[in-house]
């Protein structure tokens, strides 16, 4: 069965550090991949997109994220974390249909 | 250009009431969707809609309708509301184009307690 994981329920940052948000895909096919970010009280905002080309896509925020085929992983990432970018972050899917599946969401914790 | 437009952002409903949660985008998208959410769950489809007047179900359809009279309006429709349904829903829309790369754009929920 298709599906998307995120392992990590949360990660948490010092400012200033880089971070890594994990997202593993299960897959037949080239999938669409997709990162949202979604702050308290809003819905989910796009942040980047995985189509074809290039494995390393760059997103808003200063946010990029990697694909990996061999390890049908796309890990989202940042040089260095803002206190601001605290909020629940969802890796979803597209796989030759009209509908996203959603990873669980990872809870990103900014300290400053 | 609005977006994704939710009403109501909170509720709260009494076992076996009824209530429509309304949706509208003004960025002449064909699909568009119904999700729920909740804590530790992610997001789960309830239904959508590939255009005006073509509605489908998604993962979690049972306790809900919908209809899709106008490209812009989406409305889910509770007719027996149960706790189970408690939740916060997301209405999302995107272009057209089957196996489209685009992203879909969220409106900002509407929170739903049934006691």
């Known amino acids: 069965a298709q599906s998307v994981a995120q392992p990590e329920d949360q990660v948490n940052v010092a400012e200033g550090n880089p971070l890594t948000v994990k997202c593993t895909y299960s897959v037949s096919g080239n999938p669409y991949l997709f990162w949202y970010v979604q702050y308290p009280n809003r819905g989910l905002q796009f942040l980047l997109k995985?189509?074809?080309?290039?494995?390393l896509v760059k997103g808003s925020y200063g946010f990029e994220a990697e694909f990996n085929k061999s390890q049908t992983s796309f890990h989202l990432k940042k040089p260095s974390a803002l206190v601001s970018d605290s909020a629940l972050y969802f890796c979803?899917?597209?796989?030759?249909?009209?509908?996203?599946?959603f990873g669980t969401g990872t809870r990103l914790q900014v300290f400053p | 250009n609005a977006g994704v437009t939710q009403t109501p952002k909170f509720r709260i409903l009494k076992i076996g009431q009824s209530m429509t949660l309304q949706c509208t985008q003004d960025m002449n998208h064909n699909y568009m969707y119904w999700y729920r959410q909740d804590p530790g769950m992610g997001l789960k489809l309830i239904y959508y809609s590939v255009g005006a007047g073509i509605t489908d179900k998604g993962e979690v359809p049972n306790g809900y309708n919908v209809s899709r009279s106008t490209t812009e309006d989406f409305p889910l429709r509770l007719e027996l509301a149960a706790p189970s349904q408690t939740s916060v829903y997301f209405c999302a829309s995107s272009h057209t184009g089957q196996y489209s790369n685009q992203p879909q754009h969220f409106g900002d929920g509407t929170r739903l307690s049934i006691l």
């Open positions: 979803a899917v597209r796989f030759n249909t009209d509908k996203l599946i």
């Open positions: 995985y189509i074809t080309g290039d494995n």
